[in-house]
């Protein structure tokens, strides 16, 4: 079909496009042409805006809409708050996820209306005054990595789809070209990774305007590349035996049977091409250092979430410059007793999984671990950060439950805890009931805790005090554990496996691991370093995923700190002492759950769609 002539009626699914609406508003929908539109410079990038639109918010998106931080094992939040707009992540937490389950990204349905969006930007856009055909070329790439970075979230959760790449389908098109079945999952995988590697190509790895900051690199295809191929290597999609049977309506297996080593080889080659090409192109690692010429872990830690790219926060490869409500979403993470909607807060299974300043985790008998008891002195250490107390330096206060002494700096940056200091109001956060961050409502932390990953020190909701940051989605850290892992399951020898390991675990400020680790032991500590290295950014509950480990994290009883204690005390026989594991709640997940249903009135509507397992 020839679109330059077809009267723009789909515009009409363009209406929820920001970019796009400035446009729509000029004239009526049925009275835009694709030749109008092409021929316009404006309407031309406001298209091109619409095609982004599908981009999630690593802030929103990952916390309320796509739930990711939820629905892992990294955020918990009140059965409450369900009636306000958190419904379909919560419904996830207990178990109950099927087919005609709301979910408000619905990928299913949205990301194609972008790909379809983008199908027809490559088929119009061309040359105009100010757009040069060099201008044209770069706006194509991007679109190409759009297209394949749409494709790639649709498969992670998802897994098969009907995939017909660089297909508009004709509006007048039959049903027999229109109710397609899915494709095998490998065969979509293939094809993002031979597209993303040819649009990397044809990209710029940095844009030399600051204001273009967001905009698709040749970084950003190398990372959703990698991504993917990680995904694929993975348990979950590689020799599952859940999934071995599962064909589409054509009979072909959407899976391979047998489990397949090359894939972990071809994802640590991606991952190392990635590393590779970011580092050439001046991404790295974001590090801050003390006076003395030390690596500053705290401040590392801590700003690598807040800093900018432009102000030469280079670890960022793939970030989102605009994030809706961005206030609200920094209030939600803090205690009401700052002006915070306070019933939003890591886990208690988070907390444990920080290791101690020695680098040992909680369990290790030599680690130094108490949960007994209250320190007796402040804990000073070389730090410019100033999250732990009045004075610079302090990590924690005379008077910190045990629990919180002495573990590693990302801990501290990540976590309040009932004794941590709230800088802008000058005292120490109080979550033992009576105290001024807490109560016994749904709006004070239920478990203890409340989220400081991601929030500057500075934000002070009750005096309406806010700081733009940007929203990140991929990052150079990712990368190096990534390709950690990739190369521990291919080449289990490998010395780069300690090295990119080690390099996140110096920044960290943690001891380095040594040589001489059986690979499971290596794969146990590289999937602890993700969990911990990446909380609350959106990562662990898809590492869940494909880990295929989610009856072991997300089906059991959470605990945390006593919520209705009102005494500081540890004295486990007291009923009303705050500092005892007490259970909060349960967590339901099975097997079923670790792939999207198919939408029920997708399945209606196309006969040819086969449900996923266990639906």
């Not at 363009?14 to 042409?33: A, S």
């Not at 409500?325 to 306070?342: E, K, M, Q, V």
């Not at 001891?511 to 909380?535: D, H, V, W, Y």
């Not at 995923?545 to 540890?570: A, Y």
């Amino acid at each position: 079909m020839k679109t330059t002539n077809i009267i723009i009626l789909v515009a009409t699914t363009l209406l929820t496009f920001t970019g796009c609406k400035k446009y729509l508003d000029k004239m009526p929908d049925d009275q835009l042409t694709m030749e109008m539109i092409f021929n316009d410079k404006i309407r031309t990038e406001d298209w091109l805006a619409g095609v982004y639109s599908g981009v999630p918010s690593p802030m929103w998106g990952y916390f309320k809409d796509q739930g990711f931080n939820i629905m892992g094992d990294d955020i918990t939040i009140p059965a409450e708050w369900s009636p306000f707009g958190w419904k379909n992540v919560y419904a996830y937490t207990v178990g109950d996820w099927n087919p005609s389950s709301g979910w408000n990204p619905y990928y299913w349905i949205e990301l194609p209306k972008r790909i379809r969006s983008g199908l027809i930007f490559l088929e119009n856009v061309k040359p105009l005054p100010g757009v040069t055909a060099e201008d044209v070329e770069v706006m194509k790439g991007q679109v190409r990595f759009l297209i394949a970075y749409y494709y790639s979230l649709m498969i992670e959760l998802y897994g098969p789809i009907p995939f017909k790449p660089g297909v508009i389908e004709a509006v007048d098109a039959s049903a027999a070209e229109l109710m397609t079945t899915q494709s095998p999952y490998d065969v979509i995988v293939d094809w993002i990774d031979t597209e993303l590697k040819d649009v990397a190509g044809k990209l710029p790895a940095v844009y030399s305007d600051q204001h273009d900051w967001g905009k698709a690199t040749s970084i950003m295809a190398l990372a959703i590349r990698a991504r993917t191929l990680l995904f694929a290597a993975s348990p979950l999609f590689n020799g599952n035996p859940d999934l071995q049977n599962w064909k589409n309506a054509d009979g072909e297996n959407m899976f391979k049977q047998s489990y397949d080593v090359a894939k972990w080889a071809k994802a640590a080659a991606a991952c190392k091409e990635l590393i590779d090409a970011a580092e050439s192109a001046g991404y790295g690692l974001y590090y801050e250092y003390n006076a003395d010429g030390s690596i500053d872990p705290f401040m590392s830690y801590y700003n690598l979430s807040l800093r900018k790219f432009s102000d030469g926060n280079k670890e960022i490869i793939f970030g989102r410059p605009d994030n809706p409500d961005l206030n609200s979403w920094l209030a939600h993470h803090l205690p009401i007793g700052i002006g915070g909607n306070g019933g939003m807060g890591v886990t208690q299974e988070l907390v444990d999984a920080f290791y101690m300043k020695n680098g040992l985790s909680i369990g290790d008998p030599n680690s130094g671990y108490t949960e007994s008891g209250f320190s007796t002195q402040d804990e000073i250490r070389t730090t410019k950060w100033t999250g732990g107390g009045p004075n610079t330096g302090v990590v924690t206060t005379a008077g910190t439950y045990n629990m919180y002494v002495n573990r590693e700096p990302r801990f501290y940056v990540s976590v309040i805890f009932d004794g941590a200091w709230l800088g802008v109001d000058k005292r120490k956060a109080e979550f033992v009931q009576g105290g001024r961050d807490t109560r016994l409502t749904f709006d004070a932390p239920q478990n203890g805790y409340n989220v400081r990953k991601a929030v500057s020190l500075d934000v002070f909701p009750r005096e309406n005090r806010y700081n733009y940051q940007p929203g990140i989605l991929y990052r150079l850290a990712e990368a190096y554990l990534s390709y950690a892992e990739a190369l521990n399951e291919s080449d289990p020898d490998n010395p780069d496996i300690l090295k990119y390991v080690n390099l996140i675990r110096e920044r960290a400020g943690i001891p380095s691991l040594t040589a001489g680790m059986s690979q499971a032991q290596m794969r146990e500590a590289i999937r602890k370093e993700r969990q911990i290295e990446f909380n609350c950014e959106g990562i662990r509950f898809n590492d869940i995923r494909r880990w295929k480990i989610g009856e072991e994290t997300l089906n059991r009883q959470l605990f945390g700190m006593n919520f209705t204690g009102s005494v500081r005390s540890d004295d486990s026989g007291n009923p009303n002492a705050f500092f005892k594991r007490t259970f909060y709640k349960n967590r339901i997940f099975n097997k079923k759950m670790y792939l999207w249903p198919v939408p029920q009135a997708q399945m209606d509507i196309n006969p040819n769609l086969v449900q996923a397992p266990g639906y």
